[in-house]
């Protein structure tokens, strides 16, 4: 027989909201109270953490996880781990909480997710899944595939932006400066990437519209306004309209190009005749040999392939975004889609 106090203990285990908890090493490292928020939860939540030696393997533990089902995801880091984040629970209803720690944090920016206190964050967002007192609104979702002759087609989700040309090369070597502060390291990468940069060719088109052979300098395609840390590329971008931004620059003379960015941070977008910008569901681009592409600051093909077929298509409403406690301002913004 088994007592009343083991009866209330099991049906208390049984009750226990199951939540996997995705976090960056290099979120851990930063902010180290993470783990004692982590900790501090342990007793109330059954909390699934998924582990593994490298980003792939953490995450094909995550998504087996996730099979077994699971009451929410709450991911830590930045917008390669929200991206991560998307793949898990876009299109099953899961809600997904979102702990900005990493150094863009250019989607949260665009949930208007509180970033100042990650551990903070974590903290209140656990507290509140333990209580049921959260609440949800359904955001977009890019859906990128890559076609290439060496590897076949791939298919990944874009929780921010996906970019090509200058832009992703500048990423790449953005990466290689974590010493510095997120938006130093951007212009420091755009600075070195200047003189070596040549324009490349590409075939693009956007919906319905009949393909465009172009010389650009950069491709980038946005659910959110802005890109590497807070460069507001494409202010109208909205991860709730159903549309994407599909930025493009035309061949432009390098000290132009040096000065693009600045520009765009000074919101001084009405004097860069080079740039266009269309809103879209869907856009096809051929991307030449030798030109990279990125997503969410994640490299997705090398500028050392042999080019590539990309399409990138709105996926309206696929994630279920946690909002936060309801005595705190919504990060969805009021006239978000609420559940």
Do not use: K
């Amino acid at each position: 027989m088994v007592s009343g106090t083991h009866a209330r203990e099991a049906d208390r285990m049984r009750s226990r909201s199951r939540v996997l908890v995705l976090v960056n090493p290099l979120a851990s490292e930063r902010h180290p109270g993470l783990a004692i928020a982590l900790a501090t939860a342990a007793s109330e939540l059954d909390l699934l953490m998924p582990r593994g030696v490298n980003a792939g393997l953490q995450f094909r533990a995550a998504a087996e996880m996730v099979e077994t089902g699971v009451d929410a995801v709450v991911v830590c880091g930045g917008d390669g781990t929200v991206a991560a984040g998307l793949a898990l629970t876009a299109g099953t209803g899961i809600p997904l909480g979102i702990v900005p720690a990493g150094t863009g944090n250019d989607f949260a920016r665009a949930a208007r997710i509180e970033r100042s206190d990650p551990a903070g964050s974590l903290a209140r967002l656990l507290d509140g899944l333990r209580d049921g007192a959260l609440r949800t609104c359904t955001v977009d979702a890019l859906r990128m595939s890559v076609v290439t002759r060496e590897s076949g087609a791939s298919n990944v989700w874009v929780a921010n932006s996906a970019n090509i040309g200058f832009d992703a090369l500048v990423n790449a070597r953005a990466n290689t400066y974590r010493h510095l502060p997120v938006t130093g390291r951007y212009l420091v990468a755009l600075l070195r990437e200047l003189p070596a940069f040549r324009p490349a060719r590409f075939r693009i088109s956007r919906d319905d519209q009949p393909p465009r052979d172009r010389t650009a300098t950069l491709i980038c395609v946005q659910n959110g306004p802005w890109i590497g840390g807070g460069i507001p590329l494409a202010p109208s971008a909205d991860p709730r309209s159903g549309t994407a931004v599909l930025s493009t620059v035309d061949r432009i003379p390098r000290l132009v190009l040096a000065a693009l960015f600045p520009l765009i941070y000074l919101r001084a977008h009405r004097l860069l005749t080079p740039l266009c910008q269309h809103r879209i569901e869907r856009a096809r681009i051929t991307v030449p040999s030798g030109v990279p592409v990125y997503s969410d600051g994640e490299e997705i093909l090398p500028g050392s392939q042999d080019g590539a077929e990309v399409e990138i298509a709105v996926v309206p409403g696929a994630v279920r975004l946690i909002q936060g406690l309801p005595d705190r301002q919504p990060p969805c913004g009021a006239s978000w889609r609420n559940e």
